[in-house]
Every structure is written in C-alpha cells, then in structure tokens.
C-alpha cells in the first residue's frame, strides 16, 4: 500500500513538498527558512555514509591504503547489488568516494571494517561524534545506511552537513559527477546517484542521497541559491524522483518569491536546527 504524505502542522505550504520531512536553513546565520517535521525521527538511508566518512577521515588512515572487498562487505540485510566483488582490491581514497559519489555500500563496509578496531569501533565513533555535534535524536548501528535502525532527523541531519562541509575530501567526492576505478584487468565506471550534480542550474557543494523502502527517498544538500548558501534536508519522499522535485520546487521558490524568510510550518528553533554547522 502507498504511504500518504504527512500533512504539514501549520500554515500553508507554498512548496507543496512531497517529502515527509524538510528543512531549509542559511548555512550562515542559521536561520530556518523552512520547516516541516523536522523534529520527526526517521530511518535515514545512505545518508549516514556521510557519518561514515566523516570518522573515516578522523581517523587519519593513509589514503593510498589498499583494502581488499571480502564476503564480509556483501549485504545481508537487503541483498543490494554491488560490482565491486570480493577479492577486488582498491585504495581508501577509491572506496571513500564510491562510497560518497555511487553511495556504493560495500566500498562504506569495506571502510568501516578496516577502520581502527573494526566496524564496531567505527560505529561507535559515529554515535559519539554525532553526540558530540548536539545530535541528540540520531543511532547508528553500521555504517551504510542498509538497516531502517539508522535513524535521525532532518534537524540533526542539518547539523551533520553543516559539520561535513569542513572537510574537502567529502565536498569534492560526493559532488564528483562520475569516476572510473581499476578493479584487476577491469575498467569499472560509476555516476554520482544525485541528478541534480548533472543539472546546471544547480551549484551544489556537497550532498547525499538515500534509499531503502523504509526510509523513502532522502537528499541533503549544501549549495547556494540567489549567492546564499542554504542546508537542505529532505526525508521520507515517495516516487523515485519526489526529493529531487522537491529541491526543484524549493530552490525556484527561493528564486522568485524574494523573501527572507520561506515559510515556518512547524516549532524549529534556528539554533537547535543548526547547532554545530560550519561557516566558511
């Protein structure tokens, strides 16, 4: 049976969005410029391969590092599809933006099991950090988005994508259009999951998309709209390309309404909304 799209709390939606939650804040000033259900708590999909990297990096491993797919990065929970096969051999630098770019789970698992201590340790690097960035509503338990007990909100997921933006590696991968990687005698091509990097009238700095049945489409994004450089979070959107229409839908209304201010539909602070975002 379809899900039925939450209706928003308060007010009028001049966007009519798709997705179950959003929100929009200046990356700046921290102000909410819209918000729907942002304090919900949903499964979040690929969107933790962003946390993922975020401790991967942290960690300091060499790039250049060549880490083996084994049987132990094959997907058991939805049985997803993968071309990297086991005994393909590939740096860290390659598997992390697979990871980021193709939201590629065995190249996140592959990361997370050779992170120091294992992938135990990598999971509890990313609950502490996410912690530590005031994220008080989001658990991870691995780290490729895979299990529906990832969870967040659209509220401390705009905390994380104010926080990511201070590293280079993650703006530049997870913005990459396409990539080829060298697997044995093979050649292997992969194309970024976001159509939107494809889009010119898009100047998006960094980004992730997300899918599994239980999460909907998801899409987070730091890009710049009219020169302001605005965090959207999007959560929950049912048909294949609703999160996209919607990031459509609210950049044009940006573009043409004029204001400030979008619309507030529900009772986000902008503070709580973007604690631990990063300022260029």
């Known amino acids: 049976m379809p899900r039925r799209v939450t209706a928003l709390r308060l007010g009028t939606d001049p966007v009519s969005l798709a997705s179950g939650s959003a929100l929009v804040i200046d990356a700046r000033t921290h102000q909410v410029l819209l918000s729907k259900d942002a304090t919900d708590v949903r499964p979040i999909a690929s ?12 960690a300091h491993q060499p790039m250049d590092q060549r880490i083996e797919i084994t049987d132990a990065d094959i997907d058991t929970l939805k049985w997803s599809s993968s071309r990297l096969r086991p005994g393909m051999v590939f740096t860290r630098q390659e598997l992390l933006k697979l990871a980021l770019m193709s939201s590629e ?4 698992h592959a990361l997370a099991r050779n992170y120091p201590g294992g992938l135990a340790a990598c999971v509890a690097a990313m609950n502490r950090k996410a912690a530590g960035l005031g994220m008080l509503h989001t658990r991870y338990v691995e780290p490729t988005g895979l299990s529906p007990q990832n969870e967040s909100t659209a509220s401390d997921l705009a905390k994380l994508v104010g926080a990511v933006y201070a590293y280079p590696l993650i703006r530049e991968y997870s913005t990459h259009p396409q990539s080829m990687v060298t697997a044995g005698r093979r050649e292997l091509e992969f194309r970024n999951t976001d159509h939107l990097i494809f889009n ?5 700095l960094l980004q992730k998309t997300g899918f599994i049945n239980e999460a909907g489409h998801c899409l987070v994004l730091n890009t710049v709209v009219q020169g ?10 049912w048909g294949r390309y609703a999160h996209f229409v919607d990031a459509e839908r609210i950049r044009d209304w940006m573009e043409t309404s004029g204001r400030t201010l979008l619309t507030r539909v529900d009772p986000v602070r902008a503070a709580d909304a973007s604690a631990g975002a990063v300022d260029e």
């Open 200 to 204: 010119r009238g898009w100047d998006i």
């Open 105 to 108: 789970n065995r190249a996140a």
């Open 47 to 58: 969107l933790t391969k962003l946390m993922t990297a975020a401790v991967v990096l942290d």
């Open 228 to 237: 302001r450089r605005v965090i959207v979070v999007l959560l929950d959107a």
